[in-house]
């Protein structure tokens, strides 16, 4: 009988377990791909092992990524996400991806942002990238926004923030789990970075839903914004009639209004009771992404922006237009938070202080700005149905009706509503014991009237609405 040392046996172990090892690690690297799906063939792609991606870092791949603006939906076995948009944010060397995610479920991966360049000798076109280089790669941040609402939503917005590494500047960003073991990567985002100061006010107006068709909302709001001082409009699309989307695409003609289209995804309209109230999914149709997304395309592309629903005007008292407003705040403000109060739509309608022309075109055209002057005695108080002015680039955070953070120095600045007043011009019944307050501010602003008048014969036959 031959006796075999221990340490002979030990080593033979050693061997064996190492070459174990080193045949699972070879075994698992040969599945651990990244995948990149092409739309146009219905091919899968592997691209690189993880482990080499700096390796291809900058190699330009003839593949087509499928780009999509809103609301890519990202799933993993706990969570869903929905990725709305990403914008560069230079100041801070990041890219930040706007995500509605479930905040029910704590999020239990990691994830990474994924850097793509368009190849500079293809056509920019943002429903694929066909030719593209993979320039970086780093792990993001999520924060989630702090809004407060009446009632829990079960999705709320947040934000992945994703370090740039080198100087980079992005054309495009994939968000996906660490690691790329299992997850197909699908799309991407466009990487919006405006660099350039087009106009001092654009208007930013939450998402119009549930097949909107009072076209003359649209006008009448545009039409004395523009009186008012403002430059743009961004309307997000969730639901509209024909006559609204004509009324938009007239204004978009003439390059003073962009429309974002709002898709939300079906488990995002309809809660698990089947009930029609969209808020027990989200919170008023995505408002708090739809904010942040409008605040982030505006960051170096506006002076300030205007943060308003479509039934309100920002109103100042002792000023000719927003401009002579701004001027006379601090300037070392980055928000300026404006008190709200209801101009109730089932009280009467003014008799006087109206030329009869304006007020039969106001009458025509249901301009309720120009017909209902009374008010409810009561302002409400700050950050009670408040909404903002802001300096986009001295703000990082914006909710519902404050400012939620700040780049670091920044700070809001109360306006007195004396100075200036947010009219709500509120449908459905009023509360008959609040006393009334004539309000006739708006009639500074009169030109808007004339305005409205031309704006419709422009439109020719379209309806005002509202349509059944």
Same mark, same amino acid.
């Given at each position: @009988?031959? @006796?075999?040392?221990?340490?002979?046996?030990?080593?033979?172990?050693?061997?064996?377990?190492?070459?174990?090892?080193?045949?699972?690690?070879?075994?698992?690297?040969?599945?651990?791909?990244?995948?990149?799906?092409?739309?146009?063939?219905?091919?899968?792609?592997?691209?690189?092992?993880?482990?080499?991606?700096?390796?291809?870092?900058?190699?330009?791949? =003839?593949?087509?990524?499928?780009?999509?603006? !809103?609301?890519?939906?990202?799933?993993?076995?706990?969570?869903?996400?929905?990725?709305?948009?990403?914008?560069?944010?230079?100041?801070? #060397?990041?890219?930040?991806?706007?995500?509605?995610?479930?905040?029910?479920?704590?999020?239990?991966?990691?994830?990474?942002?994924?850097?793509?360049?368009?190849?500079?000798?293809?056509?920019?076109?943002?429903?694929?990238?066909? &030719?593209?280089?993979?320039?970086?790669?780093?792990?993001?941040?999520?924060?989630?926004?702090?809004?407060?609402?009446?009632?829990?939503?079960?999705?709320? #917005?947040?934000?992945?923030?994703?370090?740039?590494?080198?100087?980079?500047?992005?054309?495009?960003?994939?968000?996906?789990?660490?690691?790329?073991?299992?997850?197909?990567?699908?799309?991407?985002?466009?990487?919006?970075?405006?660099?350039?100061?087009?106009?001092?006010?654009?208007?930013?107006?939450?998402?119009?839903?549930?097949?909107?068709?009072?076209?003359?909302?649209?006008?009448?709001?545009?039409?004395?914004?523009?009186?008012?001082?403002?430059?743009?409009?961004?309307?997000?699309?969730?639901?509209?009639?024909?006559?609204?989307?004509?009324?938009? &695409?007239?204004?978009?003609?003439?390059?003073?209004?962009?429309?974002?289209?709002?898709?939300?995804?079906? @488990?995002?309209?309809?809660?698990?009771?089947?009930?029609?109230?969209?808020?027990?999914?989200?919170?008023?149709?995505?408002?708090?992404?739809?904010?942040?997304?409008?605040? &982030?395309?505006?960051?170096?592309?506006?002076?300030?922006?205007?943060?308003?629903?479509?039934?309100?005007?920002?109103?100042?008292?002792?000023?000719?237009?927003?401009?002579?407003?701004?001027?006379?705040?601090?300037?070392?403000?980055?928000?300026?938070?404006?008190?709200?109060?209801?101009? =109730?739509?089932?009280?009467?309608?003014?008799?006087?202080?109206?030329?009869?022309?304006?007020?039969?075109?106001?009458?025509?055209?249901?301009?309720?700005?120009?017909?209902?002057?009374?008010?409810?005695?009561?302002?409400?108080?700050?950050?009670?149905?408040?909404?903002?002015?802001?300096? =986009?680039?001295?703000?990082?955070?914006?909710?519902?009706?404050?400012?939620?953070?700040?780049?670091?120095?920044?700070? =809001?600045?109360?306006?007195?509503?004396?100075?200036?007043?947010?009219?709500?011009?509120?449908?459905?019944?009023?509360? !008959?014991?609040?006393?009334?307050?004539?309000?006739?501010?708006?009639?500074?602003?009169?030109?808007?009237?004339?305005?409205?008048?031309? !704006?419709?014969?422009?439109?020719?036959?379209?309806?005002?609405?509202?349509?059944?």
């Amino acid at each position: @009988m031959v @006796m075999i040392p221990r340490s002979t046996i030990r080593l033979v172990s050693v061997f064996v377990l190492g070459y174990s090892i080193i045949v699972s690690w070879f075994l698992f690297q040969s599945t651990n791909k990244y995948y990149i799906f092409d739309n146009s063939n219905h091919e899968t792609h592997s691209v690189r092992n993880l482990t080499s991606w700096r390796a291809w870092e900058g190699e330009i791949l =003839p593949l087509r990524l499928q780009c999509n603006p !809103t609301f890519s939906r990202l799933s993993t076995s706990t969570e869903d996400l929905f990725l709305t948009s990403a914008f560069g944010i230079h100041y801070l #060397a990041q890219v930040w991806v706007i995500v509605i995610i479930n905040s029910d479920l704590p999020v239990q991966s990691d994830f990474e942002c994924v850097f793509y360049k368009q190849d500079q000798n293809d056509l920019l076109s943002w429903n694929y990238i066909t &030719n593209f280089s993979i320039i970086g790669l780093t792990l993001s941040k999520l924060y989630v926004f702090p809004e407060i609402v009446k009632l829990p939503a079960r999705f709320t #917005a947040a934000i992945f923030s994703c370090p740039l590494r080198h100087g980079l500047v992005p054309d495009a960003v994939s968000l996906v789990p660490a690691g790329f073991l299992k997850l197909p990567v699908h799309n991407a985002l466009p990487v919006i970075s405006p660099s350039q100061i087009e106009r001092n006010f654009a208007v930013c107006v939450s998402p119009l839903h549930s097949l909107h068709s009072k076209a003359h909302q649209i006008v009448e709001m545009v039409e004395t914004s523009l009186v008012l001082g403002a430059d743009h409009f961004f309307f997000y699309n969730l639901s509209i009639h024909w006559n609204v989307d004509a009324v938009l &695409n007239h204004y978009a003609s003439k390059g003073l209004v962009t429309v974002i289209q709002w898709p939300l995804p079906a @488990m995002l309209r309809e809660d698990a009771t089947n009930r029609t109230s969209e808020e027990t999914n989200i919170h008023y149709h995505g408002q708090l992404a739809m904010l942040n997304d409008c605040l &982030n395309r505006n960051k170096g592309a506006s002076r300030y922006v205007v943060f308003q629903d479509l039934d309100e005007l920002v109103v100042p008292k002792k000023h000719q237009s927003w401009t002579m407003l701004m001027a006379s705040l601090p300037s070392n403000a980055s928000a300026y938070m404006l008190r709200s109060s209801y101009f =109730p739509l089932d009280w009467p309608s003014v008799k006087s202080g109206i030329n009869k022309t304006a007020n039969k075109i106001a009458k025509t055209y249901n301009a309720n700005a120009f017909l209902k002057v009374f008010r409810e005695e009561r302002i409400f108080g700050r950050a009670v149905r408040s909404k903002y002015i802001v300096d =986009p680039l001295r703000v990082e955070i914006v909710g519902i009706h404050n400012v939620w953070k700040f780049k670091r120095g920044g700070a =809001p600045y109360y306006v007195p509503p004396e100075v200036a007043l947010v009219h709500h011009y509120r449908a459905g019944k009023s509360e !008959t014991e609040l006393k009334r307050v004539k309000d006739k501010s708006v009639f500074k602003f009169i030109d808007a009237l004339p305005q409205i008048h031309r !704006t419709w014969q422009q439109l020719g036959d379209i309806p005002l609405g509202p349509l059944v």
